[in-house]
């Protein structure tokens, strides 16, 4: 069981006085960052902040902790150290690409896209229909927001090039199963491009287990620093053109990223480890299960606030109610604008979001105004019980 003090005591949000008795429920906009990162970003910042890998012990140092940053990161997910990458931000990173694909592939070619993804892992690869390149949706049910798997058969044939969609959506909040569609796209012949960003904040995933060719997440939704990663396995990588400095090309790890990196940031992701190592270490376990302490958690939380929206006429809850199937990104669809509601609930010491949250294909989809949006109830790990309760009561008087 999680142990929750320790949890709590990692991040320096729970002793800040001026967050006191704020229940944070916006976490999948953006989660606390952890006592290790801040300490490395202080740290660089303080004795490091110069060009890095130059001739000097300080320079050394902050070149060197870069490179620790992005081996230990692929360590825990499980990848070669060259297949991860920095950029600025997943929006960032899938524009760039889709640039690469817009090269790599020929007219008449095809990719599939989803309705459920956030913007970021749709529009810029639907853009790539200006090349000539057929793009096809793979669409949501209506009412539940379920991808189904079953669908997907229906679009694959060996034109199909690339498959892209979420790990888990940031509205409908269902865990895709990543390893069963990526094992389906590779059959037929194409790669697959993942979206972990609101899956990754719940547990680093085995990127080498599930298998796909791109995976990619926003470490300040994972309690690190404002960086884009991405995970590109060698065999795509190295066939995908350059997009870095053409002397950039020969190297992995450079050559998605075309822009210098944040040194100071990529540095102080190592500390994302660190976190999860001391998590582990505390609990006794390896730290690839601390995605499943997090998760055990996660779920048990979930579940009074599942049921306490399930049974509300005044909302509609978007995706499972079931809280094994999905992660804590709780959204609902409220009576009067979402961002009404979410002021409303400030007003209770809690913070939760109204937005379409870049989700408007998904919100389209499933009949929700996108301008009126959703209220988004999300939440981590390092969340307790009585937040929980508090949101609930804060909910009852709203709603
Ligand atoms: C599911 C999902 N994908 C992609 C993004 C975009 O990430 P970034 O802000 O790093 O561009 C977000 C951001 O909220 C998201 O929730």
Redesign the pocket.
């Known amino acids: 069981m999680l142990d929750l003090a320790f949890v709590r005591g990692q991040f320096p949000a729970f002793s800040e006085p001026s967050l006191d008795g704020w229940a944070f429920f916006e976490n999948?906009?953006g989660s606390y960052a952890c006592q290790p990162v801040i300490d490395r970003l202080t740290r660089f910042y303080h004795q490091r902040k110069m060009q890095p890998y130059a001739p000097n012990p300080a320079s050394e140092a902050g070149g060197a902790e870069m490179d620790e940053a992005r081996t230990r990161l692929a360590g825990l997910l499980n990848i070669a150290p060259d297949e991860l990458s920095f950029g600025p931000?997943?929006?960032?990173n899938t524009y760039v690409l889709a640039q690469a694909f817009r090269q790599f592939l020929s007219p008449g070619e095809a990719i599939i896209v989803t309705n459920q993804?956030?913007e970021?892992?749709s529009g810029p690869w639907r853009r790539l229909a200006d090349e000539g390149i057929e793009v096809r949706e793979w669409s949501i049910d209506p009412q539940t927001g379920h991808l189904d798997p079953d669908a997907l058969v229906a679009l694959l044939d060996e034109r199909v090039r690339l498959v892209c969609f979420?790990h888990c959506?940031?509205v409908v909040g269902e865990i895709n199963p990543v390893a069963e569609i990526t094992a389906m796209a590779h059959a037929a012949g194409a790669f697959t491009c993942v979206?972990g960003?609101?899956y990754a904040p719940h547990g680093f995933p085995d990127v080498g287990a599930l298998g796909c060719d791109i995976y990619l997440f926003?470490a300040?939704k994972t309690f690190g620093p404002h960086q884009?990663i991405m995970a590109i396995r060698r065999e795509l990588a190295e066939v995908l053109p350059n997009q870095a400095h053409f002397f950039n090309g020969d190297v992995l790890y450079k050559k998605f990223t075309p822009a210098g990196p944040d040194h100071a940031q990529v540095a102080a992701s190592a500390g994302m480890v660190d976190y999860i190592e001391a998590l582990a270490a505390h609990h006794g376990v390896a730290p690839s299960e601390a995605a499943g302490l997090m998760h055990g958690h996660e779920v048990a939380l979930m579940r009074p606030l599942l049921s306490f929206l399930s049974q509300r006429n005044s909302v509609r809850l978007l995706g499972p109610a079931e809280a094994e199937q999905r992660a804590p990104t709780v959204a609902v669809a409220t009576r009067g604008p979402a961002e009404d509601v979410a002021r409303a609930l400030a007003d209770h010491k809690v913070m939760a979001g109204g937005s379409h949250?870049?989700a408007v294909r998904a919100l389209r989809a499933m009949g929700v105004d996108p301008d009126r949006g959703v209220l988004r109830l999300s939440f981590t790990h390092y969340t307790s019980e009585a937040e929980v309760t508090q949101l609930i009561e804060a909910l009852d008087r709203v709603l």
């Open positions: 999948a906009g931000s997943t929006t960032q993804d956030h970021a892992n979420p959506s940031n979206d960003v609101s926003s300040y884009g949250f870049y």
